[in-house]
């Protein structure tokens, strides 16, 4: 068993879908159902069951995922003091665009963080706006720049730059 596929089936888990755990990791739908299958054949159980069109954990595949989440949540606190022991500065900023900010604005500001933080892994994502806006409640973004009204309350909106268009 690998943390690879622990991340995967607990992601399964969550939505209750191969294909929305998939969209999720950004992996392919029959990937994710590889890595399930290689995990059950390790763990000798079953995990999940169809009923109809619906799926769901086995009671094997609920205990499992107990201790999937024990071992995800440790890997990430492992993570946090290695950077901590590394310095403050270091760490990871995940950067989303729409098609337009991650065209004519993103780059920029990549550019001028990887130059006064270099020690910070920045990555850009583009997608549409509302893709985005998904990854940033799902914790999967840090900062997104967007163009054009945003009329969720939950965000809290700043603006960068006038748009002269």
């Known amino acids: 068993m ?9 992601t399964v888990a969550k939505h209750l879908s191969f294909s929305m755990a998939a ?8 990937a994710v159902s ?3 299958k290689a995990l059950e054949r390790q763990l000798n159980v ?7 069109h619906k799926l769901f954990l086995t009671e094997a595949g609920e205990a499992v995922l107990t201790h999937c989440q024990t071992m995800l949540t440790a890997r990430a606190e492992m993570e946090q003091t290695l950077a901590m022991l590394r310095g403050s500065g270091r760490g990871r900023l995940a950067l989303g665009a729409n098609t337009t900010g991650g065209m ?16 910070v ?3 850009l994502q583009i997608e549409t706006t509302n893709r985005i806006l998904d ?3 799902q914790n999967m973004i840090d900062v997104a720049i967007v163009t054009g009204p945003v009329e969720d309350g939950s965000f809290a909106i700043r603006d960068l730059c006038p748009d002269e268009v």
Do not use: H, W
């Open 2 to 10: 690998n943390l690879n596929q622990v991340q995967i089936f607990c």
């Open 23 to 30: 969209e999720e990791l950004f992996i392919t739908q029959p």
């Open 34 to 36: 590889q890595q399930v």
């Open 46 to 52: 079953k995990l999940f069951e169809r009923v109809g």
């Open 104 to 119: 004519y604005v993103a780059p920029g500001i990549v550019r001028a963080f990887r130059d006064v933080s270099p020690e």
């Open 121 to 123: 892994e920045a990555t």
């Open 135 to 137: 990854r940033v409640m």
